[in-house]
T-cell receptor, first 115, second 110 residues
Framework: GAGVSQTPSNKVTEKGKYVELRCDPI?????LYWYRQSLGQGPEFLIY????????DSGLPNDRFFAVRPEGSVSTLKIQRTERGDSAVYLC?????????????FGPGTRLLVL | EDQVTQSPEALRLQEGESSSLNCSYT??????LFWYRQDPGKGPEFLFT???AGEEKEKERLKATLTKKESFLHITAPKPEDSATYLC???????????FGTGTRLLVSP
């Protein structure tokens, strides 16, 4: 596809469960970013990958959150022992190579609801 | 800590009524200021990047300007389809991450 895609589009889970959110970046983009957006707020940075490695994970709120990008393309954001406060829209973005002041292109997001 | 503040939080305009949205920022070493548009239930859509004070960019009814402390998004003769949330973000220092403001919700009535 031409843009960033994310699956699932919606996810409902129960408190304490484990969830995985997937991101497919724009083809050829080596830089990938995860953000979280709560209602009425702007996106908040979580983690940035350059290729397969996490170049900046300073935004991950705690050790329940983890993200991987094993082959430098698709990324998975993993949340363990979900809490109601984790409910938000999780946005993924990609850019060509993470250098300079590149534009980040966003996907449609995954809406996570923790009951 | 880098901070971005957008005002107003919400703005209601009549079709054709021009106005401006404000984005003020406090950062160490601005590398770029980005404007995005976000429609309900969708991801942010890129509009503009500004790199240095005095720079201006235009696209249809939108014009973005940048000073050393703030950026403005001017909307000329808006149409109902311009209704959306407009987000401002900065990239600063040695970091690739974007720091966003909380956005301005714009509603244009016919």
């Amino acid at each position: 596809g031409a843009g960033v895609s994310q699956t699932p589009s919606n996810k409902v889970t129960e408190k304490g469960k484990y969830v995985e959110l997937r991101c497919d970046p724009i083809s050829g983009h080596t830089a990938l970013y995860w953000y979280r957006q709560s209602l009425g707020q702007g996106p908040e940075f979580l983690i940035y990958f350059q290729g397969t490695g996490a170049a900046d994970d300073s935004g991950l709120p705690n050790d329940r959150f983890f993200a991987v990008r094993p082959e430098g393309s698709v990324s998975t954001l993993k949340i363990q022992r979900t809490e109601r406060g984790d409910s938000a829209v999780y946005l993924c973005a990609s850019s060509p190579d993470g250098g300079g002041q590149e534009t980040q292109y966003f996907g449609p997001g995954t809406r996570l609801l923790v009951l | 800590e880098d901070q971005v503040t957008q005002s107003p939080e919400a703005l209601r305009l009549q079709e054709g009524e021009s106005s401006s949205l404000n984005c003020s920022y406090t950062v160490s070493g601005l590398r770029g200021l980005f404007w995005y548009r976000q429609d309900p239930g969708k991801g942010p859509e890129f509009l503009f990047t500004l790199y240095s004070a005095g720079e201006e960019k235009e696209k249809e009814r939108l014009k973005a300007t940048l000073t050393k402390k703030e950026s403005f998004l001017h909307i000329t003769a808006p149409k109902p389809e311009d209704s959306a949330t407009y987000l401002c973000a900065v990239q600063a220092g040695g970091f690739q991450k974007l720091v966003f403001g909380t956005g301005t919700r714009l509603l244009v009535s016919p």
